[in-house]
């Protein structure tokens, strides 16, 4: 957790150091809107490989632990059949998943007469669908729990073969971090805004505040400004 007042204080702090000979001052709105940039482009950089390290999330532990507070384990979905010609399998739509943000892992549990299991989920290429779905080695079983699913459309399809039906999909997903805020001003739909702080890690608080220093030159063409506080991040990230 990072403190509100902090990020903040250390923003108009930073900056205004950097824009003493014109003596700028940037509206809090403003702060907080470059903050909350801020935060889901430092989150996307952990997520993606597009980093220094070319290390996505779970790829090392640091980028583990760096979104952690972020995860959201086993939240269950509705299953309903589709209609296909070919694919035998079950969708369920992600918009209930609260700020979804990234895929990570998901199960079924699944019915196959009076059975009932838990079933491995594994995500596949919709290119490579007809040829797995019909490749024992990687084809729907109840027998080796396991399954394949697409995802596409903010939908996640789950295939069968016909010997068992998925009735609930559980899944685990990173969401996007609460929106950094602070009382005392109103946004632009007419409501008042209210105190929220940073939910990353407080070690990323350096790399946060020099991403909002750099929307905030980007924004005043303060384009020296932006360019060293660049090479700030760049040296953070390795």
């Not at 900056?15 to 430092?42: A, M």
């Not at 996640?156 to 685990?172: A, E, H, I, N, R």
């Not at 997903?173 to 005392?184: C, N, S, T, V």
């Not at 939910?199 to 400004?225: C, G, M, R, V, W």
Request: glycine share 4%; net charge negative; hydrophobic share 35%.
């Amino acid at each position: 957790m990072i403190a509100v007042e902090e990020l903040i204080y250390d923003f108009r702090l930073a900056f205004n150091k950097l824009e003493r000979e014109d003596n700028q001052s940037v509206p809090i709105e403003d702060i907080i809107s470059f903050l909350n940039r801020s935060q889901v482009f430092w989150v996307e950089s952990r997520i993606a490989q597009n980093n220094p390290l070319r290390k996505g999330y779970e790829e090392t532990l640091k980028r583990i632990d760096d979104l952690q507070a972020l995860k959201v384990e086993f939240y269950p979905l509705t299953l309903t059949g589709i209609t296909d010609s070919l694919y035998k399998g079950f969708t369920a739509s992600i918009d209930p998943a609260m700020s979804y943000m990234k895929y990570i892992s998901s199960y079924v549990k699944a019915n196959s007469g009076s059975c009932a299991a838990e079933l491995v989920v594994d995500i596949i290429r919709q290119n490579d669908l007809s040829t797995m779905y019909f490749d024992t080695n990687f084809q729907p079983s109840f027998l080796w729990r396991k399954t394949i699913a697409t995802l596409g459309n903010n939908q996640l399809t789950v295939y069968t073969d016909g010997k068992f039906t998925p009735t609930t999909l559980y899944l685990t997903y990173l969401r996007y971090p609460k929106a950094i805020d602070i009382e005392g001003y109103v946004k632009v739909d007419g409501s008042g805004s209210v105190n929220q702080d940073c939910e990353l890690p407080y070690y990323a608080k350096a790399d946060i505040l020099d991403l909002a220093i750099k929307f905030a030159a980007h924004s005043t063409e303060n384009q020296l400004q932006a360019q060293l506080t660049e090479n700030r991040i760049q040296t953070n990230q390795e």
